[in-house]
């Protein structure tokens, strides 16, 4: 079955393939996945996307440095959302990272995933939508999501998974836009509207 139509099927209930339970989700649906998911494939075949991934670069450089202000290690790491591997290329070493899972609801973005693998570092790739991660319970030391969970319909439902993902002692760190986000442009489109 796709991930189109399993994501079609999942509009308020869905399970984790190795989740001990289902999620029941009341969140109201914002985002139409399956339009996200075909928008995210386009891009992937886009001759100049670079473009389009300066400020995921720049943001994931900063994410990954926050591995740097702790002793920790991490040997099995998610990057939830990985489009273009961005936190995979700037880890080099950091966090004691082993295995990085790769994932994305996106073939294309993980085929880009998997032209880059690095070989000081074993990346997987796992295609799977953002809203229900096949992980168990206690099974990852660390997630990372850059600039992909504002897409998601059921963000504190995406974070209880990827907490229940973690390890007890596990870290989750994340990049979203905030309310804030291109305020400018909102004033303006207000400003259209009441013209």
Request: net charge neutral; glycine share 6%.
């Amino acid at each position: 079955r796709s991930l189109c139509s399993s994501i079609l099927a999942r509009r308020s209930i869905f399970c984790a393939k190795s989740a001990s339970r289902c999620i029941q989700s009341e969140a109201p649906i914002v985002f139409d996945r399956v339009h996200k998911l075909l928008q995210r494939d386009a891009v992937a075949r886009r001759s100049d996307r670079e473009v389009f991934s300066k400020l995921r670069w720049e943001i994931a450089e900063r994410l990954v440095e926050r591995l740097d202000d702790t002793r920790m290690r991490f040997p099995h790491a998610l990057d939830l959302g990985c489009a273009d591997g961005a936190v995979r290329d700037r880890l080099e070493g950091r966090g004691g990272v082993e295995t990085l899972y790769q994932m994305d609801s996106s073939l294309g973005m993980l085929s880009l995933c998997a032209n880059g693998n690095k070989a000081d570092l074993h990346s997987v790739q796992i295609q799977a939508d953002e809203e229900a991660l096949p992980f168990r319970d206690g099974s990852l030391d660390l997630v990372i999501s850059n600039l992909c969970l504002h897409w998601v319909n059921d963000l504190p439902g995406t974070l209880v998974q990827a907490r229940r993902a973690l390890r007890p002692d596990g870290m989750f760190l994340g990049s979203i836009f905030g309310g804030e986000t291109l305020a400018e442009l909102r004033q303006a489109f207000a400003i259209a509207e009441r013209e």
